[in-house]
């Protein structure tokens, strides 16, 4: 039904230097049944994961700190304060979390869970992004800080939930991916206690 409403005339590839930017053309039926033609750019760098680390019992996580380009060039000091993340080339969201999660922060988990999937800038990057949630001990850090390599030079941070929640709301914490795995962790993984009046 859905591929019905839509009808490819051209595709141009603008840039495969970094990933792929493409131009297409289309047809589009509109809901009221009239068609319309539209050209879109889409930024193909393929999919990816994130994970969030924590810990119940000292109601912490881990998060890294590194340099982004993008977000300086928006007028950020560059600095990201984020979770985990990599894409998938190639691999299962799991394998490649797992590897991803050991490179960047030194920390080698038992178990990860996926909890949910999205697309974080569907009018423009194709990437879906798989978030995943795991336990850590403070024992099992065995490296980290990236890839040189890739140009990595992460930082690692060990917060408690309730200050990475609060450098959310100060904008300390400005990564999409990060504030929706730290909310996921405030409702479902580390939910205040309740108060005894």
Known sequence: MHDERVKIRKVEVLSDDWYLLKKTTF???????SWQTLTRETYDRGNG??????????????LIRQFRFPTFGNG?????????????????????????????????????RKVFEAFMSPGSVTEKLYFFVAE????????????????????VLELSLE???????????????????????QLHLLPAAASVN
Do not use: C
């Open 27 to 33: 047809d589009y039926r509109r809901g009221d049944g």
């Open 163 to 185: 200050r990475a929640l609060q450098m959310v709301a100060s904008g300390e914490i400005a990564d999409g991916k990060t504030i929706m795995l730290l909310q996921y962790a």
């Open 76 to 112: 950020h000091d560059g600095f990201l304060i984020e979770t985990a993340a990599g894409l998938l080339d190639h691999a299962s969201p799991e394998q490649r979390i797992r590897a991803e999660v050991e490179e960047e922060t030194g920390y080698s988990v038992g178990e990860v």
């Open 136 to 155: 850590y001990t403070p024992d099992a850090r065995i490296g980290g800080g990236g890839l040189q390599d890739e140009g990595e030079d992460i930082q």
């Open 49 to 62: 994961a994130t994970i969030l680390l924590y810990n119940r019992e000292r109601r912490s996580v881990i």
